[in-house]
């Protein structure tokens, strides 16, 4: 049973950074693709950051680009988003994703409905 537990959340001003964590257990695969979403306040779940486990290809949504980064650590069961410069409209729960397949193309790699494991979620919120 593959099980994911995001950490990290917290509320910080514009301009700040945070690090979010997700622990991967109970992997079938070496190579999976993972990564983050979010979900703001009467907003649809929408991708910030994939991966691949195997250190294949990142995806990045535009609103992410430039400021986040994904990485992961080196037995590939945990992994990070690292956010800087952050916005009041980063303002979401952040969720990490997991999902054998994904990957394969960019718009899959960012789509929610391709993803079939999900974790709990953190909060992020950015405020003055």
């Known amino acids: 049973q593959v099980h994911l537990v995001e950490s990290g959340g917290g509320s910080v001003q514009p301009g700040g950074s945070l690090r979010l964590s997700c622990a991967a257990s109970?992997?079938?695969?070496?190579?999976?693709?993972i990564g983050w979403f979010r979900q703001g306040p009467g907003n649809e779940r929408e991708g910030v950051a994939t991966?691949?486990?195997?250190?294949?290809?990142?995806y990045y949504a535009n609103t992410a680009k430039d400021r986040f980064a994904i990485s992961q650590d080196s037995a590939g069961t945990t992994v990070y988003l690292q956010m800087s410069s952050l916005k009041p409209e980063d303002t979401a729960k952040y969720y990490c994703?997991?999902?054998?397949?994904?990957?394969?193309?960019?718009?899959?790699?960012?789509?929610?409905?391709?993803?079939?494991?999900w974790g709990q979620g953190t909060q992020v919120t950015v405020s003055s």
């Open positions: 109970g992997l079938f695969y070496e190579n999976n693709c």
């Open positions: 994703a997991l999902d054998v397949l994904a990957c394969a193309t960019e718009a899959q790699a960012l789509a929610s409905r391709e993803f079939q494991y």
């Open positions: 991966m691949y486990t195997n250190g294949g290809s990142k």
